[in-house]
Protein backbone atom coordinates (compact mmCIF):
# COMPACT_ATOMS: atom_id res chain seq x y z
CA UNK A 1 0.00 0.00 0.00
CA UNK A 2 1.22 3.64 -0.94
CA UNK A 3 -0.28 6.77 0.84
CA UNK A 4 -0.05 10.11 -0.80
CA UNK A 5 -1.37 13.36 1.12
CA UNK A 6 -1.67 16.65 -0.32
CA UNK A 7 -2.19 19.41 0.92
CA UNK A 8 -3.97 22.76 -1.01
CA UNK A 9 -5.97 25.87 0.49
CA UNK A 10 -9.02 24.05 -0.10
CA UNK A 11 -8.59 20.73 1.33
CA UNK A 12 -6.28 17.87 2.34
CA UNK A 13 -6.38 14.73 -0.28
CA UNK A 14 -4.89 11.55 0.87
CA UNK A 15 -4.60 9.09 -1.79
CA UNK A 16 -4.12 5.09 -1.40
CA UNK A 17 -2.79 3.22 -3.84
CA UNK A 18 -3.00 -1.08 -3.33
CA UNK A 19 -5.18 -3.02 -0.56
CA UNK A 20 -6.22 -2.32 2.66
CA UNK A 21 -6.27 -5.46 5.40
CA UNK A 22 -5.09 -5.72 8.56
CA UNK A 23 -1.16 -4.98 7.97
CA UNK A 24 -2.06 -1.75 6.17
CA UNK A 25 -5.02 -0.04 7.87
CA UNK A 26 -3.02 0.97 11.13
CA UNK A 27 -0.97 2.84 8.71
CA UNK A 28 -4.11 4.73 6.67
CA UNK A 29 -5.59 5.65 10.23
CA UNK A 30 -2.07 7.18 11.00
CA UNK A 31 -1.99 9.18 8.39
CA UNK A 32 -5.82 9.80 8.47
CA UNK A 33 -5.50 11.23 11.48
CA UNK A 34 -2.39 13.31 10.51
CA UNK A 35 -3.88 15.02 8.09
CA UNK A 36 -6.85 15.87 10.55
CA UNK A 37 -4.53 17.78 12.54
CA UNK A 38 -3.75 20.11 10.18
CA UNK A 39 -7.62 21.10 10.59
CA UNK A 40 -7.73 21.50 6.71
CA UNK A 41 -11.05 22.93 5.20
CA UNK A 42 -11.98 19.76 3.80
CA UNK A 43 -10.64 16.11 3.88
CA UNK A 44 -10.46 13.82 0.63
CA UNK A 45 -10.13 10.76 0.84
CA UNK A 46 -8.99 8.99 -2.85
CA UNK A 47 -9.21 5.22 -3.01
CA UNK A 48 -10.07 4.53 -6.17
CA UNK A 49 -6.49 3.04 -6.64
CA UNK A 50 -7.52 0.26 -3.92
CA UNK A 51 -7.82 -3.49 -4.71
CA UNK A 52 -8.95 -4.74 -1.70
CA UNK A 53 -10.52 -3.27 1.47
CA UNK A 54 -10.77 -5.15 4.77
CA UNK A 55 -13.56 -5.02 7.54
CA UNK A 56 -10.50 -3.09 9.38
CA UNK A 57 -10.18 -0.40 6.33
CA UNK A 58 -13.67 -0.07 7.15
CA UNK A 59 -13.47 0.87 10.43
CA UNK A 60 -10.24 3.13 9.86
CA UNK A 61 -12.95 5.06 7.49
CA UNK A 62 -15.51 5.52 9.58
CA UNK A 63 -13.23 6.59 12.44
CA UNK A 64 -11.52 9.33 9.92
CA UNK A 65 -15.28 10.59 9.09
CA UNK A 66 -16.35 10.51 12.75
CA UNK A 67 -13.18 12.72 13.68
CA UNK A 68 -13.26 14.72 10.88
CA UNK A 69 -17.11 15.51 11.95
CA UNK A 70 -16.16 15.83 15.52
CA UNK A 71 -13.51 18.45 14.36
CA UNK A 72 -16.34 19.98 11.89
CA UNK A 73 -14.26 19.38 8.96
CA UNK A 74 -16.12 17.79 5.85
CA UNK A 75 -15.08 14.32 4.68
CA UNK A 76 -16.12 13.18 1.40
CA UNK A 77 -14.45 9.55 -0.28
CA UNK A 78 -14.13 8.90 -3.94
CA UNK A 79 -13.92 5.76 -5.19
CA UNK A 80 -15.73 3.61 -8.28
CA UNK A 81 -13.96 0.20 -6.99
CA UNK A 82 -16.27 -2.56 -6.35
CA UNK A 83 -13.85 -3.98 -3.91
CA UNK A 84 -14.53 -0.65 -1.91
CA UNK A 85 -17.87 0.44 -2.80
CA UNK A 86 -19.55 -3.23 -2.64
CA UNK A 87 -18.59 -3.70 0.94
CA UNK A 88 -19.87 -0.27 1.89
CA UNK A 89 -22.99 -0.61 0.46
CA UNK A 90 -23.33 -3.98 1.58
CA UNK A 91 -22.94 -2.70 5.66
CA UNK A 92 -24.73 -0.02 4.75
CA UNK A 93 -22.50 2.27 6.14
CA UNK A 94 -22.60 4.52 2.68
CA UNK A 95 -25.17 6.50 4.59
CA UNK A 96 -22.38 7.57 7.03
CA UNK A 97 -19.09 7.18 4.37
CA UNK A 98 -19.79 9.82 1.51
CA UNK A 99 -18.86 8.35 -1.88
CA UNK A 100 -18.10 9.79 -4.23
CA UNK A 101 -17.03 9.08 -8.40
CA UNK A 102 -14.53 11.58 -8.79
CA UNK A 103 -12.59 14.62 -7.42
CA UNK A 104 -15.08 16.74 -9.32
CA UNK A 105 -18.24 15.22 -7.25
CA UNK A 106 -16.34 15.45 -4.05
CA UNK A 107 -15.40 18.89 -4.51
CA UNK A 108 -18.55 19.62 -5.39
CA UNK A 109 -20.52 18.25 -2.69
CA UNK A 110 -17.99 19.60 -0.31
CA UNK A 111 -18.33 23.22 -1.39
CA UNK A 112 -22.55 22.48 -0.51
CA UNK A 113 -21.72 21.21 2.85
CA UNK A 114 -19.94 24.43 3.23
CA UNK A 115 -22.23 26.50 1.76
CA UNK A 116 -25.23 24.82 4.08
CA UNK A 117 -22.97 25.37 7.12
CA UNK A 118 -22.79 29.55 6.57
CA UNK A 119 -26.61 29.49 6.23
CA UNK A 120 -26.59 27.24 9.44
CA UNK A 121 -24.22 29.36 11.06
CA UNK A 122 -25.93 32.86 9.85
CA UNK A 123 -29.13 31.45 11.26
CA UNK A 124 -27.91 30.81 14.14
CA UNK A 125 -26.10 33.96 14.14
CA UNK A 126 -29.32 35.82 13.64
CA UNK A 127 -31.77 34.14 16.56
CA UNK A 128 -28.91 34.76 19.18
CA UNK A 129 -29.13 38.33 18.37
CA UNK A 130 -32.94 38.34 18.54
CA UNK A 131 -32.98 36.30 21.73
Known amino acids: MNITV ?3 ADAST ?3 TGDLDLVTTPHLLGQL ?3 LKSRPLALIVDLDAVGFCSAGGLSALLEAVTNAHARGIPCAII ?3 RAVTRPIELLQVDRVLPLHDDRTE ?3 WLA ?3 ACAEVTADG ?3 LERRG
Open 33 to 35: DDA
Open 112 to 114: LVA
Open 6 to 8: TTM
Open 124 to 126: EDR
Open 14 to 16: VRV
Open 79 to 81: TTR
Open 106 to 108: AEA
